[in-house]
C-alpha cells in the first residue's frame, strides 16, 4: 500500500508542476488556499465513502443525503429559529441515522448496496425536493448563523478550517482503520466476508458502523457545504457528488472490490482530483466536460485497479510455483532412488535352483 502512496504523491507534484507551468497563477497562495479549501470540502465525506468501500460495498445516496440535510438545516436555522448547536447536532444525528438504515437494510435485509444506496438517492432527493415545494432556501444571517459560518468557512493562520477539519478527521480514522483491530475487521470483511464471519467477526456490525460514519461525516460535509453556498436548491445541492467521492477513494488506491484502501490515500485522491479540475479551468474545458473528465478518472483507476491485482496473482502464482519446485525435485529424487519392484527383489532360494 505504501507504493500506491508513493507514486499517487509523485504523480499529484508531477501533474501539479506541470499545470504551474502552464499557468503560473496555479501557484499563487489565493489559488493554493482556494485548492485547499476544496479539498476540505470534498475530502471529509469521500473518507466516509472509502470506509464503505473497503468494505466491499458503495455509497450513491451522499448527494442527495446533503439535499436533504441541508434543507432541515437552513430551516431549523431560519424558520424555526434553532440554536446552531442545537441545528448542527440535529443535522449531524440525520446523517447516522440514515447512515444506519442503510447498513440495517443490507446487513438484516441481505439488500444489495448498490440497491439501498441507489434507492437513497432517489428517497432523499425528492424528500427534500417535496419539503421544500421545489424552491431554494437561503440563509437569514443571524448572530448565531454568522457564528457557524464563520466556524465552517473562516480560517486559523491563512488556513482554510475546512482543510484543518480534514485533517484532523484523517489522522482519527487513520488510527481507526490502520492502528485498531476494527480497521482489520474491516479489511477482512472487505477480502471474504463469509471466511471473516467463520473466524468470529461480527461482520454485519463491522459492515453497518462503516455506513453508519459515512453518514455521519455526510452530516459534517452538509454544514460545510451549506456555508460555502450560503443556499440550498433542493434539485443541483450536492448532485453527482457521490462521483466525486468515489473517483477520490478510487484514485487513492481503494479498491471497488474491496479489501484495500488507506486514509492516506483517499486525502492523496481528493488532492488529485481537485488539481485535475484546476488543470481542467486553466486549458479552458468547458465545465460541462466536468462529468466526463470524471468518468474517465474512474475508468483509469478501476483500470489500473484490475492490471494492479492481476499482476499481483501472478507474482503469487510464481511464488507458489517456487516453494513447490524443490519437493518436487526432492520427490523425484527418492523415487529414482527407490529399487524397481520387480527386478531389484533378489530371487528366492528355490527360484534359483
Not at 447516522?96 to 441481505?110: D, E, H, N, S
Not at 480534514?166 to 463469509?194: C, D, F, T
Not at 451549506?226 to 468515489?246: D, H, K, M, R
Request: glycine share 12%; charged share 10%; with cysteine.
Amino acid at each position: 500500500m505504501i507504493r500506491k502512496e508513493l507514486g499517487l504523491g509523485l504523480l499529484l507534484v508531477v501533474i501539479a508542476a506541470i499545470t504551474g507551468a502552464i499557468n503560473p497563477a496555479f501557484l499563487s497562495l489565493v489559488n493554493l488556499l482556494n485548492m485547499a479549501n476544496l479539498i476540505g470540502l470534498f475530502g471529509v465525506f469521500a473518507l466516509g465513502e472509502g470506509l464503505v468501500i473497503i468494505t466491499g460495498g458503495i455509497d450513491l445516496s451522499l448527494g442527495s443525503m446533503f439535499a436533504l440535510l441541508g434543507v432541515v438545516f437552513v430551516d431549523l436555522l431560519t424558520t424555526y429559529d434553532v440554536p446552531w448547536p442545537l441545528a448542527l447536532a440535529a443535522v449531524l444525528l440525520g446523517g447516522l441515522v440514515l447512515g444506519g438504515i442503510q447498513g440495517f437494510l443490507i446487513t438484516r435485509l441481505k439488500m444489495q448496496p448498490f440497491i439501498v444506496t441507489l434507492c437513497g438517492l432517489l428517497i432523499y432527493r425528492g424528500a427534500a425536493r417535496y419539503y421544500t415545494s421545489d424552491s431554494t432556501r437561503g440563509f437569514g444571517y443571524g448572530d448565531e448563523a454568522a457564528t457557524l459560518s464563520n466556524i465552517a468557512s473562516g480560517n486559523v493562520a491563512g488556513i482554510p478550517n475546512t482543510f484543518i477539519l480534514l485533517i484532523v478527521l484523517a489522522l482519527i480514522l487513520a488510527v481507526l482503520l490502520h492502528r485498531s483491530v476494527y480497521g482489520r475487521w474491516l479489511y477482512a470483511v472487505g477480502k471474504n466476508e463469509e471466511a471473516a464471519r467463520f473466524s468470529g467477526i461480527s461482520t454485519n456490525v463491522v459492515i453497518a458502523t462503516a455506513y453508519i460514519i459515512s453518514g455521519g461525516l455526510a452530516g459534517v460535509s452538509t454544514v460545510l457545504f451549506v456555508f460555502y453556498t450560503n443556499s440550498v436548491s433542493p434539485s443541483s445541492f450536492g448532485n453527482f457528488y457521490e462521483l466525486y467521492a468515489i473517483a477520490a477513494a478510487v484514485l487513492g488506491g481503494c479498491s471497488l472490490r474491496g479489501g484495500e484502501g488507506s486514509i492516506l490515500g483517499i486525502v492523496l485522491g481528493t488532492a488529485l482530483l481537485q488539481v485535475l479540475q484546476n488543470l481542467v479551468n486553466i486549458l479552458g474545458i468547458p465545465n460541462s466536460l466536468n462529468f466526463a473528465v470524471m468518468g474517465t478518472v474512474i475508468l483509469i483507476g478501476v483500470l489500473a485497479d484490475q492490471q494492479l491485482q492481476a499482476r499481483r496473482r501472478r507474482k503469487l502464482a510464481l511464488a507458489g510455483l517456487a516453494r513447490a519446485a524443490p519437493k518436487s525435485t526432492l520427490a523425484e529424487q527418492v523415487q529414482g532412488a527407490s529399487p524397481r519392484p520387480a527386478d531389484a527383489l533378489p530371487a528366492r532360494t528355490g527360484d534359483r535352483a
